[in-house]
């Protein structure tokens, strides 16, 4: 999927600021979604990949669906989506040089690992992310 990072992070924002989801805390303080606030977060995107062709809001709704981390949403390959599974192996993260010794980040990249090594995984792919992903 070809977004990245910063696209991820504006657009959540936007999301959120938007109130298109609106999340509720529960007496055991997790917070849940309302009944319909999957399918309107969704239908959300759908709509926003539609006016604009920015496939970061492809990946917004699958991800409502896979719970991946951000940086292994953003790299994720077609590729990765196979046997009703979406294998994460990499991850995005700052691209860190050091420049006259201070720490300076000069974009992203992506690596090929993940957080940790319990990362590397295979993650079901429930129908709804199945079709959202073939719609796009």
Do not use: W
Not at 7 to 25: D, R
Not at 28 to 44: H, I, M, Q, V
């Amino acid at each position: 999927l070809p977004f990245s990072l910063i696209s991820f992070y504006h657009i959540c924002a936007g999301f959120c600021n938007a109130s298109i989801l609106k999340l509720t805390v529960a007496e055991n303080y997790f917070k849940s979604y309302l009944d319909d606030e999957p399918e309107r977060y969704a239908e959300a995107c759908r709509e926003m990949y539609e006016k604009t062709g920015n496939t970061t809001y492809v990946g917004l709704g699958i991800n409502m669906y896979l719970g991946l981390r951000q940086g292994e949403l953003v790299a994720l390959k077609v590729s990765d989506f196979r046997n009703g599974t979406v294998r994460v192996e990499r991850m995005e993260i700052a691209n860190n040089i050091m420049e006259n010794g201070k720490l300076k980040q000069r974009g992203y990249k992506i690596v090929p690992f993940t957080k940790t090594k319990d990362s590397v995984r295979n993650v079901p792919v429930i129908s709804i992310a199945k079709g959202f992903y073939e719609e796009m």
